[in-house]
């Protein structure tokens, strides 16, 4: 009888150990902090029933993360001036920052810090990925607004241009200038008409 007793309280000690870990998993928790989004599965409903279910989305908004992608040129010629930084972690959070424009051509008051460089350009687009952090305490900024990533660097013996006269395209930025033909270039126009 003591022995069955002894089996017993074995038994319900499981059953208390196994209703714990069902209560856990009634109880969810965010691994960051922010705004939740529109809910996807009510009160009640049955969830991860063979496969996993979205519940919601947590969006943070202080710092913000600002993804965007470089080509290869502008990559190449970045990490000629910052390569050696990115081996040294301190260093990195002094000197990668960029600046943010945001769709009314308003420039954000703080720099953004540059934290992530994807260690592979991908060959399907000529691109790599950046990740920058910014931080966001007066909620200026708003997650998945776009906004233009400007890196400030140091030209001499540039040409200045309207940014309006500048064109792009997958080889990068050029810039077309009419100018009068010469009497030469008008001759030979002619000709071919």
Partial sequence: ARD???????????????????????????????RIAKT??????LVGHGQATLLTTVVTFDPMYVYFTINERDLLRWLEKHGKQLKDPSEKQKTLKVWLDTANNTTYPQPAVI??????????????????????????????????VKAPDKAT???????VALQRDMQGSY???????????????????
Avoid: H
């Fill in 175 to 193: 810039l077309m200038k009419v100018v009068p033909l010469s009497e030469q270039a008008k001759q030979e126009a002619a000709a071919q008409l």
């Fill in 4 to 34: 069955q007793a002894q089996a017993q309280i074995s038994v319900a000690e499981a059953s208390v150990t196994q209703a714990r870990i069902n209560l856990g998993y009634t109880e969810i928790r965010s691994p960051s902090t922010g």
């Fill in 115 to 148: 934290d992530y460089l994807s260690p592979q350009v991908d060959p399907a687009t000529g691109t790599t990925t950046v990740r920058a952090v910014v931080p966001n305490p007066d909620y200026l900024l708003y997650p998945g607004i776009f906004l233009k």
């Fill in 157 to 163: 013996n540039a040409l200045l241009v309207p940014k």
């Fill in 40 to 45: 996807q599965v009510d009160v009640g409903n």
